[in-house]
């Protein structure tokens, strides 16, 4: 197949469009790989993509799409085959260079993981949010953090990297509280492990921030950042950590140095995008066996090419919960 079929965003003036164009194959350069993409997502990054002014793409036109999973249909590198299954993501995938919104794609052999325990349409649903997911969790494990300890609290527990991370540690045996602010999403909240939810954090919004509040958490994955991060900085356990990865409640954080020289608590900063691909490809592995997750159905949903439109609008306006996954093979 030597044409395939994308998804192109394109900017003019403050306006970001999308349309279908059928592509020509280029040709290899060493040390690529060729990837008939069969299940890509939609991750906030991606909404930011087809959003005026989102910041995340280099230069339009791209095809978006940061999470790549498909099957090997030609390689230069003596790494990969034709008929590896394989996912990609991160670094300048769907940013600067084009991503997952096709029926091919072409990327650095070294940005990609071989799967050998997953589905390609499994890997999209764990995809960057399970990923990132995964790697809190690891830091809050390295970080000594057992599940005996005391409870761990998700904040942004519907999104992605909050419900996947809400069925890990509640897989391994921690206690789970989940922070939403979707009631309705409760139930299933609870069906993912957590063992209590809450609203979203500080529970008194009006409430003046203190340096120290009362101990609470033994650990955090913290999806929003702003006041809630700060929040869960000032009541962790002494030597709690939490692992931080959002900023969907502001890229601010109003607190002090007292829960780090107080409680000496740990803020450890989560990035899934430029992590090393020796390490990402040894978290898979995990991700393979001892974490993965363990009720992707209940966090994923399907959707043709088609509907990436509508779940970009609901994720812009904090509606969307779980995960959508996009089947590249309907919807065009």
């Known amino acids: 197949m030597t044409q395939y079929r994308a998804l192109i965003a394109d900017r003019a003036d403050d306006a970001v469009t999308s349309r279908v164009e059928t592509r020509e194959q280029a040709a290899l350069e060493p040390g690529q790989v060729r990837i008939a993409v069969e299940f890509s997502g939609v991750n906030f990054k991606d909404a930011l993509a087809l959003t005026p002014g989102g910041g995340v793409v280099r230069e339009y036109p791209i095809v978006p799409g940061i999470d790549v999973a498909g099957t090997v249909l030609e390689s230069t590198s003596g790494e990969f085959a034709e008929g590896d299954r394989v996912i990609a993501h991160g670094y300048e995938i769907g940013t600067a260079r084009d991503g997952g919104y096709a029926e091919q794609v072409v990327v650095p052999a070294d940005w990609a993981v071989k799967l050998t325990e997953l589905s390609t349409r499994e890997a999209a649903a764990i995809g960057?949010?399970?990923?990132?997911?995964?790697?809190?969790?690891?830091?809050?494990?390295?970080?000594?953090?057992?599940?005996?300890?005391?409870?761990?609290?998700?904040?942004?527990?519907?999104?992605?990297?909050?419900?996947?991370?809400?069925?890990?540690?509640?897989?391994?045996?921690?206690?789970?509280?989940?922070?939403?602010?979707?009631?309705?999403?409760?139930?299933?909240?609870?069906?993912?492990?957590?063992?209590?939810?809450?609203?979203?954090?500080?529970?008194?919004?009006?409430?003046?921030?203190?340096?120290?509040?009362?101990?609470?958490?033994?650990?955090?994955?913290?999806?929003?950042?702003?006041?809630?991060?700060?929040?869960?900085?000032?009541?962790?356990n002494y030597g709690g950590v939490v692992a931080a990865s959002g900023l969907t409640g502001g890229a601010g954080l109003a607190t002090t140095v007292m829960p780090f020289i107080l409680r000496g608590v740990t803020l450890a900063g989560i990035d899934s995008v430029l992590m090393p691909i020796g390490p990402r490809r040894a978290l898979w592995q995990r991700i393979e066996t001892d974490l993965r997750p363990r009720h992707l159905d209940l966090v994923a949903n399907d959707i043709g090419i088609d509907g990436v439109g509508a779940v970009v609008e609901a994720l812009r306006a904090g509606e969307y919960t779980g995960r959508a996954v996009v089947d590249l093979g309907r919807g065009w």
């Not at 890990?168 to 209590?196: I, M, T």
């Open 128 to 236: 960057t949010a399970g990923f990132t997911a995964a790697m809190s969790v690891a830091a809050i494990i390295d970080a000594g953090i057992a599940p005996g300890d005391g409870p761990v609290v998700v904040t942004g527990a519907t999104g992605g990297v909050g419900s996947t991370s809400i069925d890990l540690l509640a897989g391994l045996g921690y206690e789970v509280v989940a922070s939403s602010g979707k009631p309705a999403a409760a139930d299933r909240l609870r069906e993912l492990g957590a063992a209590e939810v809450i609203g979203r954090l500080p529970l008194d919004p009006d409430a003046k921030p203190r340096p120290l509040g009362k101990s609470r958490w033994a650990a955090a994955v913290d999806c929003v950042g702003g006041a809630a991060l700060a929040d869960v900085l000032s009541t962790l």
